[in-house]
């Protein structure tokens, strides 16, 4: 059985660095095509991703988040963690780990996100 | 334009059918997965790749894809299905994702 879960400060005040932990089992980051995501959601808005790290390490950013945002792993731990420099009370959001299998046929690749972790609230307020 | 876009709410009468579509150029490209999310919760798989279904996902949930649009049809919608549904795919760069501005779909 696959699943994560995410950990980190509930409160963090503005132009903090948040530093978000997804601890999971049941597959391991070391294994080829494996991935794993950072997703948030404002409350009451859409969900955003914001970064992928891949078993070989490749690290993928959300454009518009990119110079605030960084992501890592570590294999031994079965731990991705996310930090976001620089926060703002517009980052108030729940943030969500997800694990990203994928397939690719003879046109292209694609991913999907399954499962997702319970998600954890993050307010950012002075 | 990397942006994909939803209706903001769809009815469906209880049995009946209904379709949410998904839009965005790159949907002419990668093929979309959907999420459904209920109050409180945290979204759960639905429909990937082509027409894929995750384990436990029952077979009323379909999807399907034409042009820059992508759809989930929910066949014989059940009082459970009422939530909100958010499509994805990987957007044209090809190397981020981008979600929809989600879909209320409320069982009448």
């Known amino acids: 059985q696959v699943t994560l879960k995410e950990s980190g400060p509930a409160l963090v005040r503005p132009t903090q660095t948040l530093t978000l932990t997804c601890t999971f089992s049941?597959?391991?980051?070391?294994?080829?095509?494996?991935?794993v995501s950072w997703i948030r959601q404002p409350p009451g808005k859409a969900l955003e991703w914001l970064a992928r790290i891949d078993w070989d390490d490749d690290k993928f950013y959300s454009t518009s988040l990119k110079t605030r945002l960084t992501i890592s792993k570590d294999t031994s731990k079965n731990q991705v963690v996310l930090t976001m420099t620089n926060m703002d009370p517009v980052d108030t959001a729940t943030y969500y780990c997800?694990?990203?299998?994928?397939?690719?046929?003879?046109?292209?690749?694609?991913?999907?996100?399954?499962?997702w972790g319970q998600g954890t609230l993050v307010t950012v307020s002075s | 334009s990397s942006e994909v876009t939803q209706d903001p709410v769809v009815s469906v009468a209880l049995g009946q059918t209904v379709r949410i579509t998904c839009q965005g150029d790159?949907?002419?490209?990668?093929?979309a997965s959907w999420y459904q999310q209920k109050p409180g919760q945290a979204p759960r798989l639905v429909i990937y790749?082509?027409?894929n279904r995750p384990s436990g996902i029952p077979d009323r949930f379909s999807g399907s894809s034409s042009g820059n649009t992508a759809s989930l049809t929910i066949t014989g919608a059940q009082a459970e299905d009422e939530a909100d549904y958010y499509c994805?795919?990987?957007?044209?760069?090809?190397?981020?994702?981008?979600f929809g501005t989600g879909t209320k779909v409320t069982v009448l």
């Open positions: 997800a694990r990203m299998p994928g397939y690719c046929g003879s046109i292209s690749c694609y991913e999907w996100f399954d499962p």
């Open positions: 994805n795919s990987r957007d044209s760069s090809g190397n981020h994702y981008v």
């Open positions: 790749g082509k027409d």
């Open positions: 790159s949907l002419r490209s990668y093929y």
């Open positions: 049941g597959f391991s980051l070391s294994t080829s095509t494996m991935r």
